[in-house]
């Protein structure tokens, strides 16, 4: 008999197939052991996979020798050694789940819930045990970009997080909590609500997932400070454009002014109790205005890495008074790398990278000689993407989880970002967040992990193996016109849409934006554009095949066609951008079939918006990165 093909996300550390089968049928028990508290969670969830093929066991803590027992849960580290681990044995008469703790438990059904949907009338007998290589693996959602999701859009997505081993979620908050002193700053954001983090939290440790609060304090802080009541407390009160694309409004908060710790003091004393982690992430990232405005002569005589690490300790100050362990991203002290040593002792840095061949080497290097607790974070490479970006997502994932690993990273935490309106659909990150579980929990078992398939079993539920290769090569369609990314952030087509105000104003002032940004959308050629949407027809084609068992089907399939469409649109308009020579200069007559398009685009994507998300942030992400390009295509 032929060994059984058997995927699971995560690969296992160590699996070995055994001779015959246990077959699976109905008035059977499931066996708690020890302790029925801890195991019961557990339990229920292997009595739903059990459900879904038909198969009825009740749970029991009495008779582990009667045969009548079909599964056996246990927790013992005497026989699983490594926190977080398990051991899962399938004989021909028992199912036994071993665990080292009851995450280990929890990790051990997900693979046998795993097995029950690829085998339900009768599961390989084999063997497996089973442990993390990063004992932290999280993923971070971007909430603060417009994109606020419904709680239970985050409930669904922590159930699917959790059955990837997935165990730390981080959701990235610039305006989008409900501080009660602070009304005007939230007002139209549609925010989480306390009584809805609790609720979250408690979800979360049921999963065996950590909710970590996450606030950014210093910089990324507009959403603040561009309201008169805060505007102050900024480095910049007049406002900057950082990013040369028109947006001038004061961006981080002045380190000199003793205002802003007293906000911040406020922010965490409501924030954090809503959270049972002992963790905060409190961010501190791009703090590009630091130094041009209120705190130039301090900075130039202290000089801008010690001002920013004596803020960063002030705010230490203040995690620690609540018994938290602060993160903070990275990237402003890796320009200091003498300051490395002097951060305050037991911060976790958090070093992000996003481009495929990102410096983790060096940067994790520099972290771990210091003595300085550190994860990696890499991306899904989703954002301005509309349909994302495959082969950078993987390089940079794997390249995340190999110097992590190398340099004693304590975490990996694959961030999901939403800049310039989050256009993207949540589905489109699937592939990410996949690769990450894997190579987070096992990076050598997962390294060549077979991702369209394991994306039809595990994400997208697809019995006609249709949308794990729709996904992963639409997320190629950056490569066709042959350019790629800038610093693998960017996907070019998508420029002209989301980046409204640079492109609009390109031709009278073609020095405004990013240089790489500039001269990458310069070097596209119409050739390439046609290409892409033709590329794009051809890989969409076989969606109406799809058969995805999830409940949320059809929104999955309209949420890839929308954003397939969108991006044909942007290939479109630079086409015809490129034929006028100038873009006031496009015929009327492709501006009303571009007008007419994309009135259907954006209809069929507030609909879609409002499916998962909440209301508040979809009329600013539409009328600021959509509604001008619709606006002109009716203009004279």
Not at 136 to 156: A, C, F, W
Request: charged content about 20%; hydrophobic content about 40%; some cysteine.
């Amino acid at each position: 008999m032929s060994t059984p093909i058997v995927h699971l996300l995560p690969r296992p550390q160590r699996m070995v197939h055994l001779e015959g089968t246990f077959p699976l049928a109905s008035n059977r028990f499931i066996l708690i052991r020890d302790d029925p508290g801890l195991a019961l969670f557990s339990a229920r969830r292997l009595q739903t996979a059990l459900a879904e093929g038909g198969i009825r066991w009740e749970l029991t803590a009495f008779g582990e020798e009667d045969p009548r027992v079909g599964a056996a849960l246990l927790i013992d580290p005497a026989q699983v050694a490594r926190p977080q681990g398990y051991r899962l044995e399938i004989s021909p008469n028992q199912i036994r789940v071993t665990g080292h703790d009851t995450a280990g438990l929890f990790y051990g059904v997900a693979t046998l819930g795993q097995l029950l949907r690829q085998f339900p009338q009768a599961l390989p007998c084999l063997r497996i045990d089973d442990w993390p290589d990063f004992p932290q693996r999280g993923v971070m959602l971007d909430i603060s970009r417009n994109k606020v999701p419904t709680l239970e859009t985050l409930y669904d997505l922590v159930d699917l997080l959790a059955g990837w081993k997935v165990n730390q979620l981080q959701l990235y908050m610039e305006h989008t909590f409900a501080y009660r002193d602070h009304e005007v700053v939230w007002a139209n954001a549609s925010p989480l609500t306390g009584d809805e983090v609790l609720a979250l939290d408690a979800w979360c440790r049921q999963r065996c997932v950590e909710l970590v609060p996450n606030q950014n304090s210093f910089g990324h802080f507009h959403r603040w400070l561009k309201h008169e009541k805060y505007r102050h407390l900024a480095e910049v009160p007049e406002g900057i454009d950082l990013w040369g694309l028109g947006d001038n409004e004061p961006f981080s908060l002045c380190p000199g002014d003793p205002g802003s710790l007293a906000l911040l003091r406020d922010l965490y004393a409501e924030l954090l109790p809503h959270f049972t982690s002992r963790q905060f992430n409190v961010g501190c990232d791009e703090t590009f205005d630091l130094g041009k405005g209120r705190s130039r002569q301090a900075c130039e005589e202290r000089g801008t890495g010690r001002v920013y690490l004596d803020f960063l300790t002030e705010i230490h100050r203040l995690v620690r008074a609540h018994g938290r362990t602060m993160q903070f991203w990275g990237d402003i002290i890796l320009h200091y790398p003498e300051l490395i040593p002097a951060l305050p002792p037991g911060v976790i840095a958090l070093n992000w990278g996003y481009g495929a061949n990102h410096p983790f080497a060096t940067e994790c290097a520099r972290f771990a000689a210091a003595g300085v607790p550190f994860y990696v974070c890499p991306s899904t490479a989703t954002w301005n993407s509309l349909v994302g970006r495959t082969d950078n997502a993987r390089a940079n994932l794997l390249n995340a989880a190999e110097n992590g690993i190398a340099h004693g990273a304590i975490g990996y935490l694959n961030t999901d970002w939403g800049d310039n309106g989050h256009p993207q659909y949540l589905p489109v990150s699937f592939l990410g967040f996949a690769y990450g579980a894997g190579l987070s929990w096992a990076l050598e078992a997962n390294r060549d992990l077979d991702l369209p398939r394991v994306l039809d079993l595990f994400a997208f539920r697809d019995e006609a193996g249709v949308m794990g290769r729709l996904a992963y090569d639409l997320g190629n369609a950056y490569r066709v016109w042959g350019v790629g990314g800038v610093e693998g952030s960017i996907s070019v087509p998508a420029v002209p849409l989301l980046f409204t105000n640079w492109a609009m104003q390109s031709e009278a002032q073609p020095e405004r934006g990013p240089e790489g940004l500039r001269r990458a959308f310069n070097a596209v050629s119409a050739d390439g554009l046609q290409r892409t949407v033709e590329y794009i027809e051809e890989v969409m084609a076989p969606l109406s095949q799809a058969r995805m068992a999830r409940p949320d089907a059809a929104l999955i399939a309209d949420e890839f066609r929308n954003g397939a469409a969108w991006l044909s649109h942007a290939c479109r308009l630079r086409i015809a951008w490129l034929q006028a020579a100038r873009l006031k200069e496009i015929p009327a007559s492709v501006r009303a079939e571009l007008a007419a398009d994309l009135e259907g685009i954006i209809a069929e994507h507030r609909r879609l918006w409002l499916a998962r998300n909440r209301p508040g942030g979809l009329a600013e992400s539409v009328g600021k990165w959509l509604q001008p390009w619709l606006d002109f295509y009716r203009s004279r």
